[in-house]
C-alpha cells in the first residue's frame, strides 16, 4: 500500500493506510518496543514499496509491511531454526501453514497477517525465538 518513496509512513498515515488494523499495529509496535526491538521504515525500490524493518540489536528479527486492513509481518528461519517453530505456543494455524513451507533458497519465510490485537501475540511469540537465535 506504501508505494510513494516521498512519502514516508507517520501515524496518520499508517492510521489512514490500515483502517481497521491500525489498533492492532498500535499494539504491535508497543509490544515491540517493550522488548527492545527497534522499528525503521524504509523504502525499497527493487519492491516499490515502503517496508518497516524489524532489529533487535544488528539482527533482522522480521519485517513488516502495510495492507488495507492488515499488516504482513515476515520472518526467516533456517532448517536448523524451524523445529523450534514447532514447540512455539502460537496458533496451530501459522505450525501447519510453516511445517508445509518450502525454502526459499536457504531460507524458510513464515508470514502472518495481523488484523487483530489478539494476533500480536503470536507475532511476538516468534519475535522473541528468533531474538534468541544466534
Sequence with gaps: MLNDPDIKP?????KKALGRAHAAYETLAAAAGAAGLEMTWNYYKDGKAWLCKVVYKKKTV?????WDGYIKTGF????????????LDVDENIK???ARAGAAGKLVPLSINVSRKAQVRDVMALAEYKKALK
Excluded: N, P, Q
Aim: hydrophobic share 50%.
Design 10 to 14: 507517520d501515524a496518520d498515515i499508517l
Design 62 to 66: 522480521f519485517w513488516l509491511s502495510a
Design 76 to 87: 526467516y528461519f533456517t532448517e536448523k531454526t524451524r523445529a523450534g517453530v514447532a514447540g
Design 96 to 98: 501447519t501453514a510453516f
